[in-house]
């Protein structure tokens, strides 16, 4: 996990057949400008804090009337035997690895001429074992999918083979990708049902015919917009846009009757209709009339009096007193966030020095952004039942106002109340001071 991009140069990109609005997805739509070269796009990757960047280039061969050749090279390689290439698929990946043994360079590729930048991990769906890199998997996996990219179901119904659709489907977990499938000539690429990773689209345009995806935009377009103004009198805040979530493929083909590259920008359903559900959903902001208002007091009312009744559902606690059992629907959202965190350390190779024997006196696997408020307490008394009891957990407090911030004083409320029901376990806490927002603190997040 960390970012990915892709610059395709030299093809003719067809968006007609996307749902979408496609006012910002056709190519004789002016583009507003915004100038960066390659270096800043690499720059932009790696201030994300990647373990490792790379970078690989798929070379296309316009062959006449007989196809398509391709050739993947490092990115300073050149085409094979002097051969003039007639389009470019250039493939970056900054990685910030947190599972398998072995150390991994993105971009991936196989001995099939494939090529996988992936940004997400897998938490289910999928059967990996817990020493298993995501994209590495992923790449695998994939690559044993069939190539007719016509595939609605999970499996083809005329190969037998999983579809790519059905694999990225399957995924339990936030993810990006972009793939190359050698043996179709089909470019993939997409993002989760609930866009829970980053990425951005530049469609071709009468102005600029790249074809461009990135996690980053390279340049602010903010940063640009005031002088772009001043010379043209338009902004270029539209250069970029969020890839709408969904998995796409574009088949790259000769065309009939010109000599150039031609794809067709086509888009695919989730094999699981709850994720189709999810994406048509229209979220509607709904005011509550001063009637629901009244009798969500109500009820709230008669809860908090029930909340200081016995009855025989209450159970004793650790200091003998009684309290009201869960009611179920907070138990059963209560276990799935405590799933959530148990698969999250269980599977990261970092979690698991005990298990290898390589545990220090002192390591501090995870922390979490701590303000003592509702979220931030829930995480870390859960992380307490997640996680070996030998590790500590630091917990991080951000202020603006020294000792007398209001996130300060319930972070240290907070930390009395995590001693008092976990007592075994540590907890360090760090009070920072800042006037600005601290991005690099290390952090837990649900994905």
Request: some cysteine; proline content about 5%; charged content about 20%.
């Amino acid at each position: 996990m960390c970012g990915i991009a892709l610059i395709v140069s030299g093809i003719r990109i067809d968006t007609s057949s996307l749902p979408f609005d496609s006012t910002t997805a056709t190519p004789t739509r002016k583009s507003e400008k915004l100038l960066f070269s390659l270096d800043d796009l690499k720059e932009a990757l790696r201030r994300r804090g990647p373990d490792s960047f790379g970078a690989k280039k798929v070379l296309l061969q316009l062959l006449g009337q007989n196809g398509v050749s391709s050739f993947t090279v490092e990115e300073d390689g050149d085409a094979a035997d002097g051969a003039i290439e007639t389009a470019k698929l250039h493939f970056f990946g900054a990685t910030l690895q947190l599972r398998g043994i072995n150390p991994l360079v993105q971009p991936l590729t196989d001995a099939s001429g494939n090529v996988l930048v992936y940004n997400g991990e897998i938490f289910g769906g999928l059967h990996l074992a817990s020493d298993c890199n995501d994209a590495e998997f992923l790449l695998q996996t994939v690559g044993e999918c069939c190539s007719c990219g016509s595939c609605a179901t999970d499996r083809c119904v005329e190969c037998g083979k999983s579809s790519i659709a059905g694999v990225l489907s399957a995924i339990k977990g936030p993810w990006a990708i972009i793939y190359w499938q050698d043996s179709s000539r089909t470019l993939w690429f997409g993002r989760d049902a609930f866009g829970r990773r980053s990425l951005l689209v530049h469609w071709p345009t009468v102005d600029d015919s790249t074809f461009l995806l990135s996690s980053v935009s390279p340049v602010s377009p903010v940063q640009q917009a005031s002088e772009y103004e001043d010379h043209n009198g338009i902004g270029c805040l539209s250069y970029w846009e969020e890839l709408p979530c969904g998995i796409y493929s574009v088949h790259v083909d000769a065309s009939k009757t010109s000599g150039y590259l031609v794809g067709e920008v086509k888009i695919h359903e989730y094999t699981n209709s709850m994720l189709n559900e999810l994406i048509k959903w229209e979220r509607i902001s709904v005011e509550p009339s001063s009637e629901d208002l009244h009798t969500f007091c109500h009820k709230l009312s008669l809860g908090q009096h029930a909340k200081h009744q016995p009855s025989s559902e209450a159970v004793p606690n650790k200091t003998g007193s009684i309290q009201p059992a869960i009611p179920m629907p907070a138990h059963i959202l209560l276990n799935a966030l405590k799933e959530s965190v148990l698969r999250r350390t269980s599977m990261y190779t970092v979690y698991q020095a005990v298990i290898s024997g390589i545990r220090q006196e002192k390591f501090f696997p995870v922390a979490i952004l701590f303000s003592g408020g509702l979220d931030s307490m829930i995480l870390a008394a859960l992380l307490d039942k997640c996680m070996d009891p030998s590790y500590e957990i630091d917990l991080l407090n951000v202020s603006f106002d020294g000792q007398l911030a209001p996130d300060r004083k319930s972070a240290k409320a907070g930390l009395n109340e995590l001693r008092r029901v976990a007592p075994s376990r540590k907890y360090a806490i760090h009070c920072f001071l800042s006037t600005f927002l601290v991005p690099w603190f290390i952090y837990f997040i649900f994905a």
